[in-house]
């Protein structure tokens, strides 16, 4: 081994403990005084018990908190005690070492601010706003009121910013910094993605143990108004179809639709998505498979006298992750492997990144990732990343 090399392995090993990563809102465990592995393994990553008390409103079923409510005598007013609160601190210490071949200080990579929890019975919201990312401001991304049990249903509403993939896999709750390639593969100078939209979301869950998702969204994104106060760049609004389906204890199928339209100077772009996703999960072990192909008709909004070909992209993600002892692990493994291929050669991408993080408590974690990518624009090149991720 290189010189140059075992000294900067020393450098990242010695690094780590001044990386900070601040995640969750631990507020919520303060609340209710219980343990962060209620909801973690490990933290950000949620388990069953997790998705749940996320879809009841960031409430524990049948159990009340007057206290976190002041009493002024009107009980027709919800006045929270106080609002939950927690920031978030993300920085890295990384190094590529064939495509920029540099050691870089990439703190903070993010500053947030986030709140979130239940306003007053079955309404309840959330939302974080970036102080920083990246050295940029950049606002508000997830914001959003959540309806629960709407009519003594099943049925949930949920209306503002959130990402479209959410139903599917959660892309701010994954455990590696590698993210998932194909939710952000973008066509051409196309908005429409699966990450972060405006419009409003419904799930209903049958007593199958089957999820049902509708979503309605601008297609836009979550870029600022326009000069009218227009939040979606045209006419159009586009549905978002999810189904998935529990089969057994360990298993679970799901499917996703998306059909749109969206214009940039009186040219549309008609977009259609359809997916396939898996999760295979044991004590030890948890499988989360996702494909996807997406088709544009007119991505670069070319004006044109013959329609032209479809521009064609698919792809999709395969992630392991290893906990040797389920939820009360100390260390784990992720392997996460991406691969997308499209018309556009630009987003051609494919990578393999192992991941691993370890509990020094159980809000405090640090971690090493190595990705390889095997094919990009910027050819073949790795990167190592280590940090220290911490939550209070």
């Not at 009841?56 to 002024?72: A, E, F, H, L, S």
């Not at 997830?142 to 139903?167: E, K, R, W």
Request: net charge negative; hydrophobic share 40%.
């Amino acid at each position: 081994m290189k010189k140059s090399t075992l000294i900067f392995l020393g450098t990242v090993l010695f690094l780590q403990a001044a990386v900070v990563r601040l995640q969750a809102i631990p507020a919520f465990a303060r609340k209710y005084t219980m343990t962060c592995k209620t909801c973690h393994a490990p933290f950000p990553k949620l388990k069953s018990y997790g998705e749940e008390f996320a879809a009841n409103g960031y409430v524990i079923k049948d159990k009340d908190t007057p206290r976190y409510y002041v009493d002024t005598g009107d009980n027709f007013l919800s006045l929270l005690r106080e609002a939950p609160i927690a920031l978030r601190l993300e920085g890295y210490v990384t190094y590529d070492y064939s495509h920029t071949k540099q050691l870089d200080f990439t703190a903070p990579y993010l500053i947030k601010f986030l709140s979130g929890g239940e306003i007053t019975k079955n309404i309840s919201y959330y939302f974080y706003f970036f102080f920083s990312e990246v050295g940029e401001i950049v606002g508000l991304e997830d914001a959003f009121l959540m309806f629960n049990s709407l009519f003594g249903s099943s049925l949930d509403f949920y209306i503002g910013q959130f990402q479209v993939c959410d139903p599917v896999f959660k892309r701010e709750c994954r455990l590696s910094f590698e993210d998932y390639a194909i939710y952000t593969a973008k066509p051409g100078t196309s908005q429409i993605t699966l990450t972060y939209d405006r419009g409003v979301m419904l799930n209903y869950e049958l007593p199958t143990k089957t999820d049902l998702w509708l979503e309605i969204v601008n297609g836009s994104g979550i870029d600022p108004a326009n000069p009218f106060g227009n939040f979606d760049s045209d006419k159009y609004k586009n549905p978002v179809f999810r189904a998935s389906q529990e089969i057994g204890a360990n298993f679970r199928l799901g499917g996703l639709g998306y059909l749109g339209k969206e214009e940039q100077d009186s040219i549309v772009n008609s977009v259609w998505m359809v997916g396939i996703d898996a999760t295979v999960s044991a004590t030890a072990l948890e499988l989360n498979l996702q494909y996807l192909e997406r088709s544009d008709s007119n991505p670069y909004f070319v004006v044109s006298l013959m329609e032209g070909p479809k521009i064609k992209t698919r792809g999709g993600f395969a992630e392991l992750i290893f906990l040797p002892k389920g939820d009360d692990s100390r260390w784990y493994l992720v392997g996460l492997f991406n691969h997308v291929r499209s018309g556009i050669k630009e987003l051609d991408y494919t990578s393999a990144t192992l991941h691993y993080g370890r509990l020094l408590r159980r809000n405090i974690r640090a971690t090493a990732e190595l990705t390889y990518v095997l094919d990009s624009i910027y050819n073949e090149y790795a990167q190592v990343e280590a940090g220290l991720i911490l939550a209070f």
